[in-house]
């Protein structure tokens, strides 16, 4: 059978040529448009607390030892922690030569912005956070679609499903069946990405025109070509260091998630085709299953980058340039701060007000600067984040031995596709449930 969905994602780049035109032409029929891109979203949402709890109870339950789970969690979050911190000197650097901010004049409209995106900001602290990672119920974390507390629970699903051995096999085949039948659900979703692309390009084009992009190019080409640079420099020969594997190679076979992305501009719309992506690639279900969850929240290169770039040029455009050491010491506060906020649109600019108002809040006005250009800068965000959650599951699957780097040449060369209309392999034979491989490994 061909795959039909080729369609499907010509569709959404026409509707997002489409969505551009009318939001130049009709602005405020690109404004109304915008509840199509919200509503797509939000669907796609929906899936994903239940994509993320079948993937880790699977990964989790059927690994026989509990120590390995552990190590291959200890290696993503210290992998995340160093290319944070890698990503966070290159965005310092860049944005200290290009100093961005320099000329701009602060309106009173734009002070108002900054205010109100400050109060998000604020709204919650470190601890919160922390409590905030317990669901008030077992099954909370769905109803609220919180991703850490989904993980949380999957966690301790998983583990108990572990300790329970042969009389948790029936659970676990259950809950394949289950997550077959939510992956079957998404794809039918899918099928409504060019209308949601549409809404969301016209609103944006149609609310902010072109005269923002035009005054605010520097900052805006300046974090796009950034982050590139990290992806290309930093990330490309770590992959192909520890995996073989060609970083653009990996990229090409993940083009229609970026496309999704990029017309929805939250990476968080694609988690659940990374995951089922990742797997088919070669990756191991418990690596995929505790990497790719855990690193939309932790691993946020993107964001980094647009934090450090972001402070500099509001501390520029202010006429209140930050010394080196305050520079450092104020953005890893906010990389802090803005865990378990990857994939949730505009959550940068409010982690970006909050962080400032805590720390220098001479500087929040400033905020009100890049209100117009954050969707764009938020589409670079997503794109850059979801790059590197993609190379960190291959390279903690190598470093784990988990990795079938074989069969990642046969997908990257196009020998073993994608099925596109299920998100599952349903043309290869039918493989026994976890639960029933991991007892007859046994």
């Excluded at 035109?21 to 029929?29: C, D, H």
């Excluded at 999704?260 to 299953?289: D, N």
């Excluded at 965000?381 to 074989?406: K, P, S, Y």
């Amino acid at each position: 059978m061909r795959d039909r969905t080729r369609y499907l994602y010509l569709a959404v780049i026409l509707a997002v040529v489409a969505g551009v035109v009318v939001g130049f032409v009709a602005p405020e029929v690109g404004k109304e448009l915008k509840p199509l891109g919200t509503a797509f979203v939000a669907l796609i949402k929906m899936m994903i607390s239940p994509i993320i709890f079948c993937t880790i109870v699977l990964g989790v339950g059927s690994v026989s030892r509990a120590a390995k789970v552990g190590r291959v969690g200890g290696l993503a979050l210290g992998y995340f922690l160093l290319m944070s911190t890698v990503a966070l000197a290159i965005g310092l650097v860049v944005g200290n030569l290009l100093d961005p901010g320099a000329g701009l004049q602060l309106t009173d409209a734009a002070k108002q912005a900054a205010e109100a995106e400050a109060a998000k900001g604020g709204e919650s602290s470190t601890v919160d956070f922390l409590l905030g990672v317990i669901p008030t119920t077992l099954v909370s974390a769905f109803t609220e679609g919180q991703v850490l507390q989904t993980l949380l629970v999957a966690l301790l699903v998983g583990f108990a499903l572990q300790a329970m051995g042969s009389r948790g096999a029936p659970i676990l085949q259950g809950i394949e069946h289950i997550q077959r039948l939510v992956f079957r659900v998404l794809a039918m979703i899918m099928w409504a990405a060019p209308v949601g692309a549409f809404g969301a390009i016209a609103a944006v084009v149609g609310s902010t025109g072109i005269k923002a992009l035009q005054s605010l190019a520097v900052i805006m080409v300046g974090f796009y070509a950034t982050c590139l640079l990290f992806v290309a420099l930093v990330l490309g020969p770590l992959l192909w260091v520890v995996a073989r594997v060609n970083l653009w190679s990996l990229l090409r076979y993940l083009g229609r998630e970026f496309l999704l992305i990029l017309s929805t501009s939250s990476s968080e719309s694609a988690l659940p085709r990374l995951i089922a992506k990742m797997e088919h690639l070669g990756v191991s279900r418990p690596v995929v299953g505790i990497t790719v969850p855990t690193g939309y929240s932790f691993n946020l290169d993107g964001t980094a980058i647009y934090l450090t770039m972001a402070t500099l040029f509001v501390a520029s455009a202010t006429g209140s340039p930050l010394m080196l050491g305050e520079q450092v010491s104020l953005l890893l506060f906010m990389i802090i701060a803005s865990k378990g906020a990857a994939g949730v649109t505009g959550a940068g600019l409010a982690t970006l007000a909050g962080g400032l108002q805590s720390h220098r809040p001479d500087l929040v006005d400033g905020v009100g600067l890049i209100v117009g250009i954050d969707r764009f800068m938020s589409e670079a965000r997503a794109l850059t984040n979801f790059a590197g959650n993609a190379v960190a599951t291959v390279l903690v699957g190598t470093w784990t031995g988990e990795f079938d780097r074989e069969r990642a040449a046969e997908v990257l060369a196009g020998r073993a596709p994608f099925d596109e209309a299920t998100l599952l392999d349903e043309h290869e034979p039918e493989q026994p449930p976890a639960a029933e491989r991991e007892m007859t490994a046994v």
